[in-house]
């Protein structure tokens, strides 16, 4: 790792990645190769390791056996209301966090940490009744609330780390010029801010897109389910149908695969910023 | 909002500047406009929070000490410790918190070797590294819960590629039902969260070596340092905060973290594949919600006090 590389060296490690790399995609390249099979031959013998032949079957059976058009829309629906509003709100406490210095802070941080260490199934009975009492069970945006109290303490941290990148100088010269607080905030440091925004909209948006048991235990009519709920149900049948299963799962992982993949510079520099300069 | 002051920042790198006056802000007295500016920008966070996290989590913690089903919300006594008496006399309390144990070392300690291995080999720059980490990093893009259904399928005993792999290797003559034998099916899912949490600690671990400064390791080098003694000696003991809170974290995450399980085996079969977690789900999905919470805080019982002691045992070596 340090001094000159000597070529064996260069040629091991390209090995030991090539290998990891090989293994991390493995499984996305079999639900795909799964996805694409006739329905006939994904159980057959021997295995094939390229769909012969290719097939949209099972892309067709999700869209019209099951309402897989519907659950993606509400996915996306709820997906993305949920991380904007998380991604704005929390924007103004990672800044008020990132800027101040006040009696608590410490104290909030502490909270804000809490919640991704304690089991989130003794909050999911409560939750439940109090969606009941506000009537927003099988709603959408009673579902919107929830995600976004969820994404709100990570993404206030990971925000706070980028805001303490940016120098205050700028938001001080854009002051002494007039400018408000508020209005500093969002014409000067946000522009600046842009990929950290992006990236921290982005992971909440694929959390929200992921999560599971709150939808499971809220969304109970066929209209209002999200994916992870629709999915729940195919696997909880008692014979599971693979090929229409692959191609929900491949569904489900492309979108956030290609969203990850665009941010995952920003992304890996808001989850370890904290965690290094700490 | 202009009368609010800002915060010392020390620990920006920041050379050629004077350091901020540490503690000017802090120690001025509270004001209300100053409480107010601030309240103003943290309310929409503390108001969610509050009432979406932590009340049901306080409500939650509540329902530990009654009789509290989903079917019957008319009657929900207090009960004491009753819930909690329940779990302990059941035999399957004590399989579970076994296999907890299994699932958080069995799935950490891969996990640190292998991210500890990948991000040395990616700490050089080379061409396509950015592309390298999009392609290496996309489990993180993915539930845990669809990563079980995944390794479900390959793990699966008459179709499943694994078996094929294994045979095609010569490793085995029949096929092995991974999910149907209890031993198995536990290896089965571990591999699996192994798969999925090295990324985590590849982009820790990696970002840590690259707060290492460079002259630390030429002067190694110099001193005729070999390159593994370089490691043990100078990069690990430079990161070992690092390390160790990153450890800590992620065996409070992996404790807490049943999604795999649940899709992979439903914590089947027999029960056999279940953590403290993803039993609760079984609770949850009776309406049983007094049981899952019970269950729920003796999972906060047990974590804050490894991570008392865990915190201690660091302590205490520092010291010495």
Redesign the interface.
């Known amino acids: 790792?340090?001094?000159t590389?000597s070529v064996p060296t260069k040629v091991l490690?390209a090995v030991?990645?090539g290998l990891?790399?090989v293994?991390?995609?493995f499984?996305?390249y079999?639900?795909l190769v799964?996805s694409f099979k006739d329905p006939g031959s994904?159980?057959a013998f021997?295995?094939r390791y390229l769909p012969q032949p290719w097939s949209l079957a099972n892309y067709v059976s999700l869209f019209e056996n099951a309402q897989f058009g519907t659950y993606m829309r509400n996915s996306l629906l709820v997906s993305l209301t949920a991380a904007a509003a998380a991604t704005l709100?929390?924007l103004?406490?990672a800044?008020?966090l990132?800027?101040?210095?006040?009696?608590g802070k410490g104290a909030?941080l502490m909270?804000?940490l809490i919640?991704?260490?304690?089991?989130?199934?003794?909050?999911?009975?409560?939750?439940?009744?109090?969606m009941v009492d506000l009537q927003l069970v099988d709603r959408l945006g009673g579902l919107v609330?929830?995600y976004?109290?969820?994404c709100?303490?990570f993404c206030?941290i990971m925000l706070r780390g980028f805001f303490?990148?940016v120098p205050?100088a700028l938001e001080?010269a854009a002051?002494v010029d007039g400018c408000?607080?508020?209005s500093a905030l969002f014409r000067v440091i946000v522009p600046v801010m842009t990929p950290g925004i992006m990236a921290a909209f982005i992971f909440n948006f694929?959390n929200c897109?992921?999560?599971?048991?709150l939808s499971v235990?809220l969304m109970n009519s066929d209209a209002n389910k999200t994916i992870?709920t629709a999915?729940?149900g195919f696997?909880s049948s008692f014979n599971i149908e693979?090929g229409p299963?692959?191609a929900a799962?491949v569904l489900?992982?492309v979108p956030?695969?290609v969203?990850?993949?665009?941010a995952?510079?920003w992304?890996?520099e808001g989850?370890?910023?904290g965690?290094?300069?700490? | 909002m202009a009368v609010l002051d800002r915060a010392p920042r020390g620990h920006r790198p920041n050379p050629g500047r004077t350091p901020a006056p540490v503690g000017r802000s802090s120690k001025r007295p509270f004001t209300v406009r100053r409480g107010l500016g601030l309240l103003g920008f943290l309310a929409p966070a503390l108001v969610f929070v509050a009432i979406f996290t932590y009340y049901p989590l306080l409500k939650g913690s509540q329902m530990a000490f009654q009789q509290w089903n989903l079917f019957d919300l008319r009657n929900t006594p207090f009960v004491g410790l009753a819930n909690f008496r329940t779990l302990l006399a059941n035999p399957t309390f004590y399989t579970v918190l076994e296999h907890s144990v299994v699932w958080v070392v069995g799935s950490i300690v891969p996990q640190l070797l292998i991210g500890f291995g990948l991000a040395l080999l990616l700490r050089r720059h080379f061409r396509f590294r950015g592309v390298y980490q999009a392609l290496a990093f996309f489990p993180w893009a993915v539930s845990g819960f669809l990563i079980g259904i995944l390794f479900r399928w390959m793990f699966n005993g008459e179709f499943g590629v694994i078996n094929d792999l294994l045979r095609k290797a010569g490793l085995i003559d029949t096929n092995i039902a991974w999910l149907a034998d209890p031993t198995l099916a536990m290896f089965s899912v571990v591999v699996a969260n192994v798969w999925y949490g090295v990324t985590f600690f590849t982009i820790m671990i990696l970002a840590a070596l690259q707060s290492v400064p460079d002259e630390l390791i030429e002067a190694g080098a110099l001193d005729g340092a070999g390159k593994v003694r370089t490691l043990f000696f100078i990069v690990i003991p430079f990161i070992r905060t690092t390390l160790l809170l990153t450890v800590l974290l992620r065996v409070i995450w992996v404790f807490n973290f049943p999604e795999i399980i649940y899709g992979m085996t439903g914590g089947g079969p027999a029960e056999q594949t279940h953590i403290v977690t993803s039993w609760m789900i079984n609770f949850t999905s009776q309406g049983d919600y007094g049981l899952a919470s019970a269950l729920g805080l003796i999972v906060v019982g047990v974590l804050v006090l490894f991570t008392s002691f865990y915190l201690l045992a660091l302590r205490e070596r520092d010291a010495r």
Not at chain 1, 98 to 103: G, I, N, Q, S, V
Not at chain 1, 275 to 278: H, I, L, N, P, T
């Open positions: 790792m340090i001094g590389t490690r030991l990645l990891w790399l293994i991390t995609l499984p996305l079999w639900i799964t994904i159980a021997p295995l709100i929390s103004l406490s800044y008020t990132a800027r101040f210095e006040f009696r909030l909270a804000f919640t991704q260490m304690i089991p989130a199934f003794i909050a999911l009975g409560p939750l439940y009744v109090m609330l929830l976004v109290a969820m709100i303490p206030t303490e990148n205050d001080e002051m408000s607080r508020l694929v897109w992921n999560e599971l048991f235990t992870p999915l729940n696997i693979w299963m692959a799962a489900t992982i956030t695969m969203m990850f993949a665009l995952s510079r992304i890996v989850l370890t910023s965690a290094v300069k700490g």
